[in-house]
């Protein structure tokens, strides 16, 4: 079995609004059979739409609009009886 290399992308959020307080952290793995450029290409990706996702919060809200349109989705599925799910 191929031996396996995790990565992990912080940022802190220290002056983000409220819905970014916390640390937001980005993983991945990736299995031995890929070269050390693939992993380093995907940390720069996970920067960039940590940024992105950071910077749609702070100019529209963005995170937390979603984050409650996917609550509200969420309790309507789930107090639908078994056989309406379809």
Do not use: N
Request: charge should be negative; proline fraction near 5%; include cysteine.
């Amino acid at each position: 079995m191929p031996v396996g290399q995790f990565w992990d992308h912080t940022l802190s959020t220290r002056k983000s609004p409220a819905f970014l307080e916390q640390d937001s952290h980005v993983y991945g793995y990736f299995q031995a059979i890929h070269g050390p450029w693939v992993v380093s290409c995907y940390q720069d990706l996970a920067k960039q739409i940590t940024v992105a996702l950071k910077h749609e919060e702070r100019r529209c809200q963005y995170l937390s609009t979603q984050a409650k349109i996917m609550a509200t989705v969420h309790d309507e599925v789930a107090s639908m009886p078994e056989g309406r799910l379809i």
